[in-house]
C-alpha cells in the first residue's frame, strides 16, 4: 500500500498522491492543515491520488472546515472518481470546492 503524500508545488499549489483510506489519512491530515496557516489560496491536485475511500472524502471535507474557519479559500482539482461517487451519493459534492463538475 502506497502512503498519502502532501507535496508543495509553489504560490499555494500542492500535489496530494498514493492511497486515502483509513490507515492513511491521519498522517496527512495534519500536514494539510498547516497549509492554511501558509497560504491564503490553496489548491491541491489529487490526479495522483490512486484509490480512496470515505476516509479520503472525510479528509478533504476536514480540510475545507479548517480552511474556512482560517479565511483560505481551498480547490480540489482531478478527484478520483471513487471521490466523486461517494460525495455524490453522500449528497456531499456540493460541498466541495471542485474544479470539475460532478459526472465529468
Known sequence: MKEA??????EGRYSLDGVLDFS?????AVGGVALFK??????IDLAGVESANSAGLAL???WLDVARARGA???YRNLPDSL???AAV???AALLPMETAIGR
Open 5 to 10: 503524500r502532501l507535496t508543495p508545488l509553489g
Open 24 to 28: 492513511t489519512v491521519n498522517r496527512v
Open 38 to 43: 501558509r497560504d491564503a489560496l490553496v489548491d
Open 60 to 62: 478533504l471535507l476536514e
Open 73 to 75: 479559500r481551498l480547490t
Open 84 to 86: 466523486v461517487r461517494i
Open 90 to 92: 453522500s449528497n456531499l
